[in-house]
């Protein structure tokens, strides 16, 4: 750069700039390996502990709690919601365990009811769902206000509609040796949302089992996994015109 008589723009205010210093360009010399393992053994950590590859149980796939490794006395929490749209009423339920590991619950309404009725039946469907699960202590999060606060007994529960649901509810809880309520932001909620969605838009002809939904998380596109299968075009590598 600094030799180069024809810069423009950035490069040339560059080279005006470093003009008034007296710079010398120098190659690097090569670093011998010795050298750097002499360096890192001069200064060894005294709680260093070797790298073990060796890995005896080749035929092992996959560690994980099961469900009877977890304390009953350990809180569970229970996301619930509900949807509905032009093809029909959904509602979503999703059992968190105190692992993090997530149940989805998901069923379609094939009767009229209203928004409020869709929210008693989520949640109903979750609690039942953690009673088959023998779950002992359970938070429960709604994004429906009514329906936490009429459950918490903070507000009345006047609809006629509703009275019946409340009245269940606070039958199945007696099977659980504590369970709270909690009011939830929607945006928070997404997942149980989602649950819900996805029973209102499908059509059902009758019974139909799913297997459990399995969410994964691409960190970069599908193609990029598969660059190693290409083959190279005009004696150039994949990664030729990435710059």
Known sequence: MMESTALNGRMARWQILLSEFDIVYVNQKAVKGSAI????ASRAL??????????????????AIVEG?????????????????????GVGAVLISPNRDHYPFTCKLDFDCTNNMREYEACIMGIRAAIDREIKV???????????YQLKGEWETRDPKLISY????????????????????????QMADALATLASMVKVNEQEDMKPIQMSICEAPAHCCNVDEEEERDDHPWYHDIL
């Open 69 to 89: 490794d977890i304390p009953k006395n350990h809180s569970w929490k229970l996301n619930f919601d509900r949807a509905s749209n032009a093809v029909g009423n």
């Open 138 to 148: 359970l938070e429960v999060y709604g994004d429906s206000a009514l329906v936490i």
């Open 37 to 40: 393992a002499d360096f890192l």
């Open 46 to 63: 005294e709680d260093y502990e070797p790298l073990n590859f060796n890995f005896p149980n080749e035929d092992l796939m996959y560690v």
């Open 166 to 189: 409340r009245k269940l509810i606070l039958e199945l809880i007696e099977k659980f040796d504590d369970i709270t309520f909690h009011y939830l932001p929607r945006s928070e909620n």
